[in-house]
């Protein structure tokens, strides 16, 4: 019979040759060297963003969602898919202390960025002593397309659109075309299509951006290893080459933006 002594000594060496898992920041989820908590700088902006995260992309750790939330002080960020019975978002919904909308291209979407300034501070005005909600979407295309057809409580909902001025920043991930933003990189195209002259906006780029390049750095440092090429470093070098980061190779060009379409 095994004595509790020689048992409990076992078990400590089986813990201490046990595979060692990486400890992940509870806020940001990223492993401690990729931490970008001390690049936040949060505010509170004059829109209330819920971001409505899926669970698929709360799983990943750059989620720019989150990113997003950490950063905007008065934000929700409500993880689900089918948000019909979601107790936080018909709350939100129900409130008659707010003014509703969703970001989601599409035809029936107004196009803020057409819009003369004016007018479109008109628009992103709410109704007399309400608050103005704008839901976000934050999943991939296909994920968002599900989400909108499922949570019938939001298709009612006034919906906005802008077609933006410059490719997506986010070149750590593929994105479908060059005009399609992360989710971080929408609402600050939002807020600074609504409010221009506020220089805290720049907060929810700047750690983006850090995150960004920290990542590359990552990659960087995989292409140069002399370990066994894997699926994933192959990968990395696609990465790195559609950037024109690799010797030799030169990114592709941008083709011709397609305004905004329906995800």
Not at 31 to 49: T, V
Not at 63 to 88: F, P, V
Not at 176 to 203: K, M
């Amino acid at each position: 019979m095994l004595k509790l002594e020689d048992y409990l000594r076992q078990r400590e060496a089986l813990k201490a040759n046990a595979p060692r898992t990486r400890e992940l920041c509870r806020s940001c989820r990223q492993p401690g060297f990729a931490c970008y908590c001390p690049e936040l700088r949060p505010f509170h902006s004059d829109i209330h963003f819920a971001i409505l995260i899926h669970p698929i992309e709360s799983r990943r750790r750059i989620a720019t969602g989150r990113m997003s939330h950490l950063t905007l002080q008065n934000s929700s960020l409500i993880e689900g898919q089918d948000y019909r019975q979601n107790a936080k978002v018909n709350a939100l919904l129900e409130d008659p202390a707010n003014d509703c909308r969703i970001l989601y291209p599409g035809p029936r979407a107004t196009d803020l960025g057409a819009m003369p300034a004016e007018e479109r501070r008109q628009t992103l005005t709410p109704a007399p002593n309400r608050r103005l909600v704008i839901f976000v979407i934050d999943g991939t295309w296909a994920t968002a397309r599900k989400m909108m057809r499922q949570s019938e409580n939001l298709a009612p909902l006034p919906r906005l659109a802008f077609t933006p001025a410059r490719p997506s920043n986010f070149r750590v991930r593929k994105q479908p075309r060059p005009e399609c933003f992360s989710t971080l990189e929408a609402i600050h195209y939002l807020l600074e299509l609504s409010a221009p002259e506020r220089p805290e906006h720049a907060g929810l780029l700047q750690v983006f951006d850090h995150m960004v390049e920290k990542q590359l750095n990552f990659i960087r440092a995989s292409h140069l290893s002399t370990r066994k090429v894997t699926y994933r470093r192959e990968e990395n070098r696609k990465v790195l080459a559609g950037l024109g980061l690799l010797e030799g190779e030169e990114a592709p060009q941008n083709g011709p933006g397609l305004g905004f379409a329906e995800p």
